[in-house]
């Protein structure tokens, strides 16, 4: 496929780079975060949607040399914003299930790490409940992340099947409330009670298993009011901020971080 040949030869073409989403405090709209963001663009095709090209990458086994760009050019850019004088406190980055497969994930995070210059408490990564639950190595891989001091967040929560049981046994910090559920939060009319409810139960497992709770996709004030309330205090969306390029969210956070 066409796809698939321009995509195979979009790193070294310098085609692939990132955009980073701000994840803030509600409170006080100090910035706790970043999550790194991947973006394509191919001069024949334009801009692509990552997700129509992660799952591209996923199945012709580009997702490996891509996750691993992604990685080490998110820790270098937060090494970067260091030195700028942004300290960005938590580098977020999505790992998909091929690059949570057997192997020495640990390890290459590691070397990672130890080329960027960045200690690895800054850095987040972030997994989807199915990622976790279709690896049969997950527990393992999981446990040497947080042996080498790396964070772990649950990302898209409530959306997949992961039993509490199981959460329980998982080192992560933190369970990001996936958007489907902050959207209707606030809306009159149309909107689904029963999202909201449920993000007010993430919430409260959160505060029960001791973990940290950052709602996605927060558009509006309302929102970002009633997470507050029922106990959220960290958010992302673009009430705060879309994903940016790194010299803007440089300019939009230097001065206030
Ligand atoms: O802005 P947004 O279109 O970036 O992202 C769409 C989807 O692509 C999201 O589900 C997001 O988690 C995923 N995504 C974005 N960047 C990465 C990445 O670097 N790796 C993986 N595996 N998924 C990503
Ligand atoms: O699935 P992943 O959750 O990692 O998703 C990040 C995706 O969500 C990106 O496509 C990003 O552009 C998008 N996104 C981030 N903030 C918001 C928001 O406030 N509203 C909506 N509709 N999408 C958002
Ligand atoms: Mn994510
Ligand atoms: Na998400």
Redesign the pocket.
Known sequence: LRLEALLRRAIEKNEIFLHY?PQVEIGTGRLVGV?A?VRWHNPELGLVA??RFIPVAEDMGFIKPLGQWVLAEACRQAASWDRAGLVVPKMAV?LSVRQFERGSIAEQVSTVLRDAGLGPGRLQL?VTESVIMNSGDALQLVNDLDAIGVGLAI??FGTGYSSLAYLQQLPVQTL?I??SFI?DISLDAGGDRNHEAIAVAIIQLGKSLNLSVIA????NEEQAAFLLRHGCRQA????YG??VAPDELLTRWRRDA
């Open positions: 989403q999550e963001l990552p997700s999505n972030e990302d898209d990001k996936d958007r959207k996605e996709g927060v558009e992302q969306g673009y009430l879309r994903p």
